[in-house]
């Protein structure tokens, strides 16, 4: 029996160990050809990181180029319809003076050209800046944070003027999402002598990332993938934009060149016709170095992000881009560390006073379960904000607590399950406090009830599968 609970006993420890190995160092695996933790990393809120918060203003000279662009078309089809007209009077009319009076009306429409030309480009103007393509704009903003995977944001949009105003988390990332978040959209394939366009943002249908490891190491790909009427177009031009030989053995290469917003993407003719729709462009270079490949990645990443999503109706620049300091600067979150391993070092010396031998295994368990927590914050995608750290500190408290309890009533020789479920019931009005909180649009009340709803939670569960075994075991062996 002692051989037993004694097995019994480092099952549990070693089991609690584990997992707090894995909470606090990772899960290694390789990916891509290099060793990353699959474990998702802490959220952090504003309030511990900082925050960026940035302008977006409506661009008037390319939106001026736009009305100038749509009046230009206009007119084109005026002056040719105004011809067609004047043709058909013409030949229809014998008669000098219908000729002089529509000759009368054509100099007169000259005459006023110009006036009419700028009260246009106004209209025009005004049926661009729009509140519906504000709100637009706004919308495929959002979506393409959604796509990077920012969800702790706030935007709003000026009304009079479109201006958007961003606050989002700052990270390693931060400046290279917002490269991306500004760009118009327009993805385009023409031909790289005659600037004619082939292909069009109209034409795709998605864009997806793809890898490619081989003993060099892994290359990244960005999968743009057209729609039914883009699969066909695609074909047709990837017969037409091939290498040729002619009788003399000179080849010639008739090439397409892929834009975004104007910026090149890439320069290439097609080795083979393309009949699936889908058309691959490698990013960078085959790389076995773990920065490197990363920074691939997220550059496919942002492309696919700006693919994805529809087309700006105007086109944004970047007008204000500055950095907000975090409430807990880098020196108070370190004190704050401190202070918490020390009270944790006080309750597990107080474990092992009052409990002597047997007080081991239970410091142990209340190790377990900050590590369990803290698994519990990642995997939930919890923000680390000062709620979310107090929350904590009263979880771990309340767990101190309980444990002691339970330990209390089992010297005591107590029913131990009465005592975790007189504990629980004790707990129910700080569950609902905690639930309403969750629901809070404030992030440092929602994380606060979100961290302490699976904190009261997990203390439950906890005692009653592993504080409440260990003791059990104990009790069998003596």
């Not at 390789?30 to 960026?52: A, C, T």
């Not at 005026?78 to 030949?91: G, I, L, V, Y």
């Not at 998605?206 to 490891?213: E, F, G, L, Q, S």
């Amino acid at each position: 029996m002692k051989k037993n609970s004694v097995l019994k006993i480092l099952v549990i420890v070693v089991a609690v160990i584990l997992i707090s190995l894995i909470s606090f160092v990772g899960i290694y695996k390789q990916k891509h050809g290099v060793m990353e933790n699959i474990l998702p990393d802490y959220l952090l809120g504003k309030d511990v990181s900082g925050y960026r918060m940035v302008t977006l203003k409506v661009d008037e000279s390319t939106t001026k180029e736009e009305t100038d662009e749509t009046n230009s078309e206009e007119k084109a089809t005026q002056e040719n319809t105004s011809e067609d007209t004047n043709t058909t009077n013409t030949e229809e009319n014998t008669n000098t003076v219908e000729e002089n009076e529509n000759n009368t009306v054509d100099e007169n429409t000259a005459n006023n050209t110009s006036t009419e030309g700028n009260t246009e480009q106004e209209e025009t103007k005004e049926n661009i800046l729009t509140k519906e393509n504000f709100e637009k704009s706004k919308e495929i903003v959002q979506n393409r944070m959604k796509y990077a995977n920012i969800s702790e944001y706030n935007i709003r949009v000026n009304e009079e003027d479109g201006t958007i105003t961003l606050e989002l988390p700052e990270n390693t990332r931060t400046d290279e999402v917002l490269q991306y978040l500004t760009l118009k959209g327009d993805f385009t394939i023409i031909d790289a002598d005659t600037k004619e366009v082939l292909l069009s943002k109209n034409d795709l249908k998605d864009a997806t990332i793809m890898y490619y490891p081989d003993s060099t190491g892994t290359t990244v790909y960005l999968s743009i993938n057209f729609n039914e009427e883009g699969t066909k177009k695609l074909e047709d031009v990837s017969k037409t934009y091939i290498e040729t030989t002619d009788e003399n053995g000179e080849s010639t290469k008739k090439t397409i060149t892929m834009q975004l917003d104007g910026q090149e993407l890439l320069t290439t003719y097609f080795g083979e016709t393309i009949s699936n729709g889908q058309l691959q462009i490698s990013i960078g270079n085959s790389t076995k170095d773990a920065t490197e490949l990363n920074d691939y990645i997220n550059n496919a990443s942002y492309i696919a992000m700006v693919l994805n999503n529809d087309m700006m109706p105007l086109t944004y620049t970047l007008d204000i881009n500055q950095y907000v300091s975090a409430y807990i600067n880098q020196d108070i979150l370190k004190i704050i560390i401190i202070v918490a391993v020390v009270i944790m070092a006080i309750l597990i010396i107080y474990l092992l006073v009052k409990y002597k031998a047997s007080g081991l295994c239970d410091a142990i368990a209340f190790i377990g379960y900050l590590a369990l927590l803290m698994l519990i914050i990642k995997g939930t995608n919890i923000y680390i904000t000062l709620g979310s750290m107090a929350a904590t500190a009263v979880s771990l408290i309340i767990q101190f607590i309980a444990m002691n309890s339970v330990l209390k009533a089992n010297k005591e020789k107590r029913n131990i399950n009465e005592t975790i479920l007189n504990t629980t019931i004790m707990l129910i009005p700080i569950y609902i406090i905690a639930i309403v909180f969750c629901f809070n649009s404030w992030l440092q009340l929602s994380s606060f009830g979100a961290t302490m709803f699976w904190g009261l939670l997990l203390s439950s569960i906890y005692n009653y599968l592993v504080v409440k075994n260990i003791l059990v075991i104990k009790s069998e062996d003596k």
